[in-house]
């Protein structure tokens, strides 16, 4: 406990999953958490539970896509707690899926907006505030997709890829100001992205999940919070440009036949766009 006492984040998407785990956890280690989501509702429940943790936390609707609500969202953390020493950048949906040649223009680019202009706008917006605090912390959420190649998930690997590089190049560019650049890539996690709350379809994903990893078990947003915990804290002081695999040993060796094999459940359609996933 009190790993992140008297220090200030941001987390966008945190309305659910990942981003709420962390939110969660952030809050129990001493950080002031600034939420940022389109949910309303999940903002707003999830600024509760971070109080309930015994931290402190505010809700700021926020497009990651847009500029003027990064901005907003960046000086909300000022106007409140009066400093900024961790950005996480976790925001994301499933945007574009299905064959490459279906995929309209106008889905391919509103999935870049979110996956990869929102990641880019967090930097950008970030690094001043965290500049004047004496450095911090930039994490963003990538995925084991952006570093090996998912049927059917173009744009979204491509996106996650990008996050990765731009982890990377912004890495060298802020490291003079004690500015520390990583980002994480989960495995198959079970959250509200991957089951969209069809009902039944989160407890089969924890059935399926544990047959084909080395790690027999379905990964949690827990899993990921700890990651980003570890990114935020000062025992990360030396870590910078990495992205940082937690996937329960599935890229080391996956046991699943591929996509849709092994009788995997999905609520993925075969073609489409996935929007946030309280939109169901």
């Known amino acids: 406990m009190g790993r992140l006492n008297g220090k200030v984040a941001v987390i966008t ?7 709420r785990a962390t939110a969660i956890r952030f809050a129990g280690e001493g950080a002031a958490v600034v939420i940022g989501d389109l949910n309303i509702e999940g ?3 999830a600024v509760r ?4 943790n015994a931290g402190r936390a505010v809700f700021q609707k926020t497009d990651v896509s847009a500029e003027a609500e990064i901005k907003a969202l960046i000086a909300r953390a000022i106007k409140e707690f009066g400093r ?10 499933g945007g574009a899926v299905g064959s490459l040649e279906q995929i309209s223009v106008e889905d391919w680019d ?10 880019f706008l967090g930097m950008k917006h970030a690094a001043p505030e965290l500049r004047k605090a004496g450095g ?5 959420t990538a995925s084991i997709a952006g570093i090996r190649g998912v049927a059917g998930l173009h744009a979204y690997c491509a996106a996650k890829a990008a996050v990765v590089n731009l982890t990377r190049s912004a890495a060298l560019e802020f490291a003079k100001d004690k500015i520390r650049v990583n980002c994480i890539c989960p495995g198959i996690i079970n959250t509200p992205i991957l089951h969209r709350n069809v009902p039944g379809m989160k407890e089969a994903m924890e059935q399926w999940m544990v047959k084909g990893q080395p790690i027999a078990r379905a990964g949690h947003p827990e899993d990921i919070a700890g990651m980003a915990l570890y990114l935020a804290s000062d025992d990360s002081v030396f870590v910078t440009g990495q992205a940082m695999v937690v996937d329960g040993g599935l890229t080391v060796g996956s046991q ?3 996509a849709g094999g ?12 996935m929007g946030p996933s309280f939109q169901g």
């Open 13 to 19: 998407g945190a309305a659910s999953g990942i981003g």
């Open 43 to 45: 903002g707003e429940a």
């Open 49 to 52: 539970d971070c109080k309930e």
């Open 84 to 93: 900024l020493d961790i950005i996480y950048n976790n925001a994301g949906i």
């Open 110 to 119: 509103k999935s870049q907006a979110v996956l990869v202009r929102g990641v």
């Open 136 to 140: 911090g912390s930039i994490i963003s």
């Open 256 to 258: 699943f036949s591929g």
């Open 262 to 273: 092994d009788g995997m459940p999905s609520a993925i359609p075969p073609a489409g766009f």
